[in-house]
């Protein structure tokens, strides 16, 4: 079958629960518990061949074949970096590349998952803004990346995924109604079984968006914060700093939160830019009062082969630790986030679909 026949199928794992069970009783004609069966195969059991759902009769699973499929992205690339991160570059139904990372826990996998096809943002420190944007992904897409993370590691005989970050390629709240969805799904009954308040959705912030998120009560966000003043942040981030400082922070401050709940504040260290003790007490006077925390991450210069002149240098070890005491001691939460997969270019800011042809899987 060609490629346009198979895409014009629908694609169940693109579809929420109710919309399979539609799809099942309105346009297969079959009853309710035909869809319990399917998302049982598609979500827990992550079949994707009708062939093998034992308990779909022969004329059931012929049907399903003429108008469904389940498409899973396929595995261009696995890397494994000295310290176990995973990344795969993974190819889309319609030829389209991304990139998931999974992150080595003490007794599972963060996985770190793409939600755009590039990404329109051009934050100046990342490899992913260079890409500009392809296109959104799809739900399926989305949660497909962890169907594939998840055989990827229980093939290695390694630990499941239990955590979820959306901050892979792409800006996840520019794609928010396919963001509200894989969440939605990610906490259905019967399915992939991550909770979704086990996901934290990392955006550069945009205020509509985030009141969105916040309402639907899905996830927690981690802000992309970068700077302490609205100044420095044009500079860094100058699409997302079209949002003025002081209405993103009000956006969060009034963002539904549990009780053991706090936003948290990503801050990418670049040597001397932005990690002087005068930054450190910028960020003290913005934050002091906020209930949060503070991520610092030392910025990553990507290798040679991804970007030839970065930008930015890594801050000197030395600087970021007086960063955090400073932080610390002004009793803001404050951890230094260790950057993992840098020998592959899996870590933070530097996806930009990378492969090598010994490394094809
Ligand atoms: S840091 Fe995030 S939002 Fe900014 S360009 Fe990279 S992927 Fe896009």
Redesign the pocket.
Known sequence: MDAAATLSKVDLLNLTRSELEAFVVGELRLPRFRADQLWHWLWQRGVRDFAAMTNLSKDLKAKLAERARISWPGVDVARTSRDGTIKLLLRLADGERIETVLIPMAQHYTQCLST?VG?????S?????ELGLTRNMSMGEILGQIMVGREHLAQAGLPTVRNLVF?????PLMNLGELLRSLETLGSAEGISIASRRATV???GIPQALKILGDSGLAVPAI?LHAPTQELREQL?P??ARVPLDELLAALDSYPLKSRERVTYEYIMLGGVNDSLVHAKQLVKLLGQRRCKVNLIGYNPPPPEVSPNPPYRAPEPGVVLAFEEYLRSKRITTFIRRSMGQDIAAA??Q?KLLAGPEEVA
């Not at 990404?119 to 934050?123: D, G, L, N, P, V």
């Not at 901050?167 to 800006?171: A, I, K, P, V």
């Open positions: 755009q990404c329109a943002m051009a934050c420190f990342c490899s992913t803004g901050m892979g390629m792409g800006e990392s955006s550069v992309s981030m699409k997302a933070c800011g996806l």
